[in-house]
């Protein structure tokens, strides 16, 4: 039962557009959302997150939205540059000490010059 | 402060052996949290560590096993090796808690033949 859903596997735009990347979850006691960027051999880095106090949540190019009512969050990136190019994560969790964070399957950003 | 690091990057091993992951996490976090990556699949959780006891666990055979020390260091083990283990397994620290804002090591990138 996958509990957070990144449909589209890839994306491709056009470098100084917009990218939006959605993320869908079905458990409406998550509470806190995370995005992840992954380049190649490397970890995931944190970007930007957001709580569900908020519907948007803003960080020099990268804009989180989060619409509770329909379960979906997405993340802007205003302009898009070539270096932006990489996997992205998204992460949910209900907030608290035992809890854990649950990651999306991915969606593969190509930003292309 | 340096980041998140693992031990080895690489390793190839036989089916039915078992092998040993090793993860620092950031001076002064004292939780980690052990993620397997395989194609196609997001982060899967596997368990997470805080201050030396298992707080969580996912839904991995017992064949997976984890400990922490007292320095926060932290090992995985996987024993029995099946192809299906081939992964990147990835290392997560947090000041608070795997449901909170994580910092990923670059991974162990484990083969299985």
């Known amino acids: 039962d996958q509990q957070v859903k990144q449909n589209s596997p890839s994306l491709s735009v056009q470098e100084g557009r917009i990218s939006i990347l959605n993320c869908d979850y079905t458990?409406?006691?998550?509470?806190?959302f995370l995005w992840y960027k992954k380049y190649p051999a490397e970890g995931p880095t944190f970007l930007i997150s957001?709580?569900?106090?908020?519907d948007k949540n803003e960080d020099g190019r990268f804009t989180v939205f989060l619409n509770k009512s329909a379960k979906h969050l997405s993340l802007h990136i205003v302009p898009s540059q070539p270096g932006d190019s990489a996997v992205y994560f998204c992460?949910?969790?209900?907030?608290?000490?035992?809890?854990?964070?649950?990651f999306g399957k991915g969606i593969t950003l190509s930003v292309r010059p | 402060k340096a980041g998140v690091t693992q031990t080895p990057r690489y390793l190839i091993k036989t089916r039915g052996q078992q092998v040993t992951l090793s993860c620092s996490p950031i001076?002064?976090?004292?939780?980690v949290s052990w993620y397997q990556q395989t194609p196609g699949q997001g982060l899967q959780f596997l368990f997470e560590y805080f201050s030396e006891t298992q707080r969580n666990k996912g839904n991995f055979p017992g064949r997976f096993s984890g400990r922490q020390f007292s320095n926060s260091r932290s090992e995985m083990n996987v024993s029995t090796l099946e192809l299906g283990d081939s992964a990147l397994y990835l290392c997560?620290?947090?000041?608070?808690?795997?449901?909170?804002?994580?910092?990923f090591g670059p991974g162990t990138r484990l083969t299985v033949t």
């Open positions: 997560a620290s947090s000041l608070w808690g795997a449901s909170y804002e994580q910092y």
């Open positions: 001076s002064g976090h004292r939780s």
């Open positions: 992460a949910t969790t209900e907030t608290g000490a035992n809890s854990k964070l649950t």
């Open positions: 957001i709580s569900s106090i908020k």
């Open positions: 458990n409406s006691m998550f509470d806190y």
